[in-house]
């Protein structure tokens, strides 16, 4: 699945905003569990939100990134992913919740390119909003699982400069340009500023 490639980190730290940016530009993406999973449990006051039951949230995520793989393994060319399955095994740690075994199965099954990009914690642009109730130093410990969780999933992290999102999505793009260019994969258009 190397056309599979996950953006993670902390909350408002810009990931969203450059897979945004980088579908813009036409490539495929997928959406947030988290966000995706507050905003339906809300509509329907159900029980599933990380305030109320944190496993119970958590098994919801791993649901939806599983899902979300499924529908991006389908598609051609680069998919870039909000978070993948791998964030359910740090977001269990951050909870201080031991991770299950069919968590690690997961991992093991939906995999994705072994480069995974990382946004650090970005206090200048971190808001919180109506889905995210995490404080700045929340985000910075969910960074750290993060950080912690995929290179205990295999997976090798290249951190994301803290630029200008049409930079940022150069960065990424010119970091897969160079590593299709040693496989048989297209090279990716490269961004205009």
């Known amino acids: ?3 599979l490639v996950v953006v993670t980190g902390g909350p408002g730290s810009g ?3 450059l897979i945004d940016h980088l579908a813009g ?3 495929g993406r997928t959406v947030e569990a988290g966000r995706a999973i507050i905003r ?7 029980p599933g939100l990380a305030w109320r039951d944190d496993t119970l949230f958590a098994e919801l995520m791993l649901s939806w990134d599983m899902r979300s793989h499924r529908e ?3 598609h051609d060319g680069p ?3 909000d978070r993948g399955v791998p964030d ?3 977001y269990f740690r951050l909870r201080g919740l031991p991770v299950p075994e069919h968590v690690w199965a997961a991992t093991r099954r939906f995999r994705y390119r072994r480069t995974v990009f990382l946004a650090p914690p970005w206090p200048e642009i971190f808001t919180g909003d109506t889905e995210r109730h995490q404080s700045s130093e929340e985000a910075e410990r969910t960074c750290e699982a993060m950080r912690e969780a995929y290179p205990a999933c295999g997976y090798e992290l290249v951190t994301l400069p803290r630029v200008p999102v049409a930079e940022r ?3 990424v793009l010119d970091h897969l340009g160079e590593a299709l260019g040693q496989t048989s994969g297209p090279r990716p258009p490269r961004s205009t500023p």
Not at 40 to 46: A, C, H, L, S, V
Request: charged content about 25%.
């Open 88 to 90: 359910t095994v740090g």
């Open 79 to 81: 998919v870039f992913c």
């Open 72 to 74: 991006a393994a389908g």
């Open 1 to 3: 699945m190397d056309h």
């Open 169 to 171: 999505a150069r960065f």
């Open 40 to 46: 339906d449990q809300r509509e329907i006051d159900g």
């Open 25 to 27: 530009l036409g490539y």
């Open 15 to 17: 990931k969203t905003t």
